[in-house]
């Protein structure tokens, strides 16, 4: 492989109108990543676009353009909606890096019309059956991978194979972590406990070479950081990942309570605040921005539609950081054995 | 139906032997129990608990008895292994139910075969495909009932349907909740959202008459308390009752960590303890004892191996609860139409 020198100034291309607030905070979070550095076009209404992008001083001078794409695809829409609404901010996003113009995409809009989106602009890469939405949770060892965390929600046996070995490259290059451990989420640690899916799967993966698989992990796992990465099908993937983030949000309103709950606590509460907010922050889904769309010939990252600037841009940061680092290209040739 | 005086008397038959720390916590939390009313069955080797109920002074003026059964199925033997041990204490104990000796059968041993024991001694509960084992959560509500956490790993929509109708009846029996809500875990709330699995159920519970179906329910949804009764299958429900225990215990340890990072947060963390400690007790799984194994001709308890005293104990007053306010004859009722 030869270095890309030239497309390594890729912008990446933001949905900037998609999303439950619009174009503001989408904005707002490309011009703070645009101040530390990155390229990106902003897709969607262009007189939108610029109003927006006016209420910052330094807009003119930050590596911004606007790409007009009249059409928007509302978060109340069919995912299937996508299909010929070529001009839908999606669509054109997912085009420009289709035509080598945008080196990522990235969406806070609809998720299942930018999944959508991506997969028929995009393509698959080869090896790959289904795309999966890879996630990160907040572990005790720093951070957690999850996939899929809700684009399959019928899965076959071969699909969690096939993610094993996607997130465990994927580890490897954008987050340097030689050899990534691989859990297959179940019911039980010992290899025969399951439904038949993981069964089946468990097979696979312990034949797979290369791959650091560990084996069964249960739920009790997951946050203790077990293994690296757990694989799991999208139905299970998606309702770990929401009750995780529900509970962080449960507990700490418990603890939240519990220190107002007397003047002694209150007192107390004062000194504790400051420490607590790291736990907080540790917690924060928008560290991490969006997921990525593991699987299509591209990369597309997807995020929450109640996304803020902070997330946006960590996302755009994240798309741009694995870009240079040629995941996409990694994986190819971890998927085929070619480049 | 008419008033059974007699057997309302009937004691609780505690498999005294299983689980991961045999004999001592199992009696303790018999004598306990048996100090707040509860009658016993002492199940297991007769010499180990005569020399364990030995320990405790006031034993014999409590209702406590022996009932020997000289084998145990171990913590790693195979689950199909309880067939064919008659004198394994499981099999006795869930034989007391099976001949009206006793009025319900708790076990902290080994779940599979517990579960095997009840479903092979008692048969299951007419209109009942599978038993589920069902599980209490704290959630912001006070707590939430999940069913299967975990003795059908492979399910039909049917038997989720089932399982609704079993929730729904045992909250209005033994809690006084009239029409319990019902939520289908799946990921979407809208009505054509899940996999193959939610989607057939989804059918089939909105036409069920007399449940108070709400529709879809999310991950976030679980302990928010969104409704009263999440029904899942065995898998999913198995991997969300150990992430939602899991994550509560890597919170806490954040806390923790987090309070006694500084002089000012140790300082601090001094006047809050107490407040946070009620956090931890809202938290701590021993509060309920056991699970519930529903569906099965008798009530079958089934408990962590690890339990202490105090969730034998609350697992014990649990039982003679739903006994005394008849449970399995409205299931069955409720099943059926017939008393």
């Known amino acids: 492989m030869t270095v890309p020198e030239v497309s390594d100034r890729l ?31 902003l897709v969607g209404d262009r007189v939108r676009l610029h109003a927006e992008l006016g209420r910052y001083e330094d807009s003119a001078s930050l590596p911004l353009e606007i790409v007009d794409a009249p059409d928007v695809i509302g978060m109340d829409e069919h995912a ?14 997912n085009g420009l890096v289709k035509e080598g113009r945008a080196s990522a995409v990235v969406s806070m809009g609809h998720s299942g019309a930018s999944m959508a989106s991506s997969l028929l602009t995009l393509g698959r890469l080869k090896g790959v059956d289904r795309p999966a939405i890879l996630a990160h949770l907040p572990s005790k060892t720093g951070f957690v991978t999850l996939l899929d965390v809700g684009a399959n929600a ?10 094993a070995q996607l997130a465990s490259t994927y580890l490897s290059v954008v987050e340097d972590k030689a050899s990534p451990s691989v859990g297959l989420l179940s019911i039980g640690e010992e290899d025969h406990k399951g439904n038949a899916l993981t069964l089946e799967a468990h097979a696979l993966l ?3 070479p290369g791959l650091n698989f560990h084996g069964n992990v249960e739920g009790r796992d997951i946050l203790k950081g077990t293994t690296d990465i757990v694989v799991t099908d999208g139905f299970t993937g998606n309702i770990v990942l929401k009750l ?70 960590n996302a755009l940061l994240r798309a741009d950081r694995a870009y240079q680092s040629r995941l996409i290209e990694r994986l190819t040739v971890a998927m085929t054995g070619q480049a």
Chains 1, 2 share one sequence.
């Open 11 to 41: 912008p990446v291309a933001l949905d900037a109108v998609g999303g439950d607030f619009g174009a503001p905070p989408l904005v707002e979070g490309a011009v703070q990543a645009a101040r530390a550095g990155v390229k990106v076009l």
């Open 80 to 93: 299937s909606d996508v299909r010929g609404r070529r001009e839908a901010s999606i669509n054109v996003a």
């Open 154 to 163: 019928d899965v076959k046996p071969a699909y969690l194979a096939q993610w």
């Open 206 to 208: 312990r034949q797979m």
């Open 244 to 313: 995780a983030e529900g509970e962080a949000k449960v507990l700490f309103g418990w603890v939240r309570d519990a220190l107002s709950s007397s003047l002694l606590s209150k007192a107390g509460a004062l000194l504790v605040r400051g420490a607590l907010r790291g736990v907080a922050a540790r917690l924060d889904p928008s560290t991490y921005g969006a997921s990525l769309l593991i699987g299509v010939k591209g990369l597309s990252y997807i995020g929450h539609g109640s996304a803020d600037a902070r997330a946006v841009k």
